[in-house]
Structures are given as C-alpha cells and as structure tokens.
Nanobody
Framework: QLQLVESGGALVQPGGSLRLSCAASGNVFSASTMGWHRQAPGRERELVASMTPTESTVYADSVRGRFTISRDNVKKTVYLQMNSLKPEDTAVYYC?????????WGQGTEVTVSS
C-alpha cells in the first residue's frame, strides 16, 4: 500500500525559508511523478511544483525562482525548498504521488508565513 507522510511545516517570518519533506512507502517511488500542492483557506488546492521520474520539473508561476523541488530515490523522499517566503504562501501543503494510474495524497503539513 502506498502512503505519503509530509513534515516540515511551521510558522516562519516573511522572507524566511523552510524545507518540506515527503516520505513515501512502497517500491515504486523511482517510477513516480511526485508533486507538491497547497490549499489556502477559502481557496482551491493548486499545484506548486512537480517532478517526473526523469527529474523534469514544473512550477507554478507564483513560486518559480523561490521554491525548488527535489527527490532522493534511495530515501524515497521528495523535498520542497521554499525561500523568500511571502504571507500569500500560507497554506496546507500536500504531497502527492502519481504512478501506474494511481494517485496518492499525504495528510498535509501547515505552513504559516507571518510576522
């Protein structure tokens, strides 16, 4: 069974940095497209960044140049390095995994950017 567990969310001041982690179970991580999405209060969930098995990446316009997605296939973990954080980055961040027609979501980790 595939499961994802996110960590790293916190309260951070504007301009600060955080690194989110998402650990996956199972044996298909290296074949998976991994992504980070976020949902702010009152808003729909949106894609933040994703990375294919060949490490091609996609970023939302709002985070390009500030956020970096990366993966470690040995640790079966995907990361989201977030720099120059803004109050509008405040949201619950969800990891997801797409592989062999399946989509799996983590439980989310909360990021609050506030002074």
């Amino acid at each position: 069974q595939l499961q994802l567990v996110e960590s790293g969310g916190a309260l951070v001041q504007p301009g600060g940095s955080l690194r989110l982690s998402c650990a996956a179970s199972g044996n298909v991580f290296s074949a998976s497209t991994m992504g980070w999405h976020r949902q702010a209060p009152g808003r729909e969930r949106e894609l933040v960044a994703s990375m294919t098995p060949t490490e091609s990446t996609v970023y939302a316009d709002s985070v390009r140049g500030r956020f970096t997605i990366s993966r470690d296939n040995v640790k079966k973990t995907v990361y989201l390095q977030m720099n120059s954080l803004k109050p509008e980055d405040t949201a619950v961040y969800y990891c997801n995994q797409r592989v062999f027609g399946r989509i799996v979501w983590g439980q989310g980790t909360e990021v609050t950017v506030s002074s």
